[in-house]
């Protein structure tokens, strides 16, 4: 076990950052370390955007609780430790054909970031998100060890997905993987203009098994390419090795020409380029799920200050107001709005899970002045749609926003946590929304 004190923390934003206490254990037999701890909070990879995993006492790392305990290859049941990666269990068990059913935009996360984010993919509108397809928890109370799953303490299992860590401390999992043969996907792109012609699109071409909508909010003609997907027939190679493809750039650096000129621009040119592919094509796995994976540090491009993002979902006879408001908004104080993506969900789990049967639109804005304002309406359109936001990608989310979006969930997740005595978890983002003193 290694303890850092004041250990400087971000999140993937790099929107501010937190001096805190990091316990790196060696193995879970350390757990017992945490017996009688108040206000502890685990970190993985830390992949959320703020301060979902800082704590004002101690933070625990999983970097090194990393193991595949077992898998069976006749059923596909992985179970694992919670501080293994997704690009790990890929690495390993995609050559003879493995990998799981659902996975979200980055494979450098932890699976117990997977489960405390309930964390929804490309394919939600067929087979929903993580939570269909874990058996099993085991999770650490701060003193014994609780194993939660369908049948057994099923509230405090489903309050797990979605409940950023405060239902006690992931150890490990069992998922079931997905038997798919092939390392490819059959692609295809598809241009839209406008709002509209967005939203009806991906009506349209919600057959296919992936789709996700990509939408330019910078230049007024609301242009975007909508990725579809299905699994390839392509059977995996003998002897297939699993490799990644990744680089790291002086990106801060060009931070300094990332403006609403440049982001017009780019804009453009990303959307002739893939509007122009022919129309079907072989896409890798790591391409069409992971495509921002191969440059590590994408996220250093907004600069010192940063950048959070919005993710909200409402519901489908709101999302095209929605996706209008959210453009108006930004527009009206100049943000500078990057990634900007677009997908139906339907509805899952109670407590804090987040996809309800509504269109989710996610977008990634550069810190400046006026960055709270432009927050702070965009919450309020929110809770007039009857929608919430993304606890996972969240960094301005206030008690009282937070209360009217989640509403009768959110006080049903907090008698979970009573009912298992698990109030000594709690993190930065818990106290900021209410969830914790």
């Given amino acids: 076990m290694k303890i850092i004190e004041n250990f400087a923390l971000s999140g993937w934003g790099n929107f501010k950052t937190k001096n805190c206490k990091v316990i790196i254990f060696d193995s879970f037999k350390e757990l017992r370390y945490l017996n009688g701890k108040k206000n502890i909070i685990a970190r993985g990879e830390g992949k959320s955007y703020y301060d979902q995993s800082f704590s004002k006492q101690e933070v625990i790392s999983t970097v090194k609780l990393n193991k595949i305990l077992s898998f069976d290859e006749e059923t596909g049941l992985l179970e694992c430790e919670s501080g293994i990666t997704l690009e790990k269990i890929i690495k390993t068990l995609l050559p003879s054909g493995w990998f799981p059913y659902v996975v979200p935009g980055t494979k450098k996360l932890t699976i117990g970031g997977m489960v405390a984010a309930n964390i929804h993919g490309k394919n939600h509108h067929k087979v929903g998100g993580m939570v269909n397809f874990v058996e099993e928890i085991t999770l650490y109370d701060g003193q014994k060890l609780l194993k939660c799953s369908r049948k057994n303490k099923s509230d405090l299992f489903f309050a797990t997905f979605g409940g950023m860590g405060l239902t006690g401390l992931i150890v490990s999992c069992k998922i079931r993987l997905n038997n798919i043969k092939t390392t490819k996907i059959t692609s295809k792109n598809i241009p839209t203009n ?50 990644f493809f990744s680089i790291k750039l002086p990106i801060k650096f060009l931070s300094i020409f990332f403006t609403r000129t440049s982001v017009r621009l780019f804009n453009k040119l990303f959307f002739l380029f893939k509007a122009f592919r022919k129309k079907t094509f072989q896409s890798s796995l790591d391409n069409f799920f992971f495509p921002l994976d191969s440059l590590t540090n994408w996220n250093q491009i907004y600069g010192d200050r940063g950048f959070s993002q919005f993710q909200c979902v409402v519901p489908y006879e709101k999302s095209e107001e929605m996706v209008k408001k959210t453009y108006e908004i930004i527009s009206k104080y100049e943000g500078l709005p990057g990634l900007v993506l677009i997908k139906y969900l339907k509805s899952e789990s109670k407590y804090l899970s987040f996809p309800i049967d509504g269109l989710t639109i996610s977008v990634d804005i550069k810190e400046y002045n006026q960055s709270d304002q432009i927050f702070k309406e965009l919450h309020s359109l929110v809770i007039e749609f009857d929608g919430r936001v993304y606890l996972t990608k969240d960094s301005k989310l206030k008690k009282e926003e937070f209360f009217s979006m989640y509403k009768d969930n959110a006080e049903a997740f907090a008698k979970v946590r009573n009912k298992y005595s698990l109030n000594n978890f709690a993190s930065y983002m818990s106290t900021r929304i209410g969830l914790s003193k």
């Fill in 194 to 243: 406008g709002i509209h012609d967005m939203l009806k699109k991906l009506r349209e071409n919600s057959e296919n098994e992936f789709i996700v909508g990509w939408m330019d909010l910078v230049n007024r003609d609301l242009r975007g390419i909508i990725f579809c997907g299905d699994l390839s027939n392509e059977k995996i190679e003998p002897n297939y090795k699993v490799r």
